[in-house]
């Protein structure tokens, strides 16, 4: 079992910064690779970032230069270094771990509102 906890939503102005963190409990050592997804209002779940076990990145074309994921392994945190932000990111974000075996474990979310 992993929980996942997001913080850091909000409301910010176009061009504006956040930064979500994800906190992780649980079977941690299970984990294969963590990512952050979004879904807006009548779109589907979209993925915005990976983070791999070694440290690899990968991101949405959408995102890409803007958005940063990384890890503190010491406090058991992923981040989501949001800059630039326009109001199409507006969107519940979503932290999900995948642990070995394939299963995927979810986060209640958090909203990001981004107002033009």
């Known amino acids: 079992q992993v929980q996942l906890v997001e913080s850091g939503g909000g409301l910010v102005q176009a061009g504006g910064s956040l930064r979500l963190s994800c906190a992780v409990s649980g079977s941690i050592f299970s984990i294969i690779h963590m990512g952050w997804y979004r879904q807006a209002p009548g779109k589907q779940r979209e993925r915005v970032a990976r983070i791999f076990s070694l440290g690899q990145t990968n991101y949405d074309d959408s995102v890409k230069g803007r958005f940063t994921i990384s890890r503190n392994n010491a406090k058991n945190t992923v981040y989501l270094q949001m800059n630039s932000l326009k109001p199409e990111d507006t969107a519940v974000y979503y932290c999900?771990?995948?642990?070995?075996?394939?299963?995927?474990?979810w986060g209640q979310g958090t909203q990001v509102t981004v107002s033009s």
């Open positions: 999900a771990a995948t642990i070995s075996g394939g299963r995927d474990y």
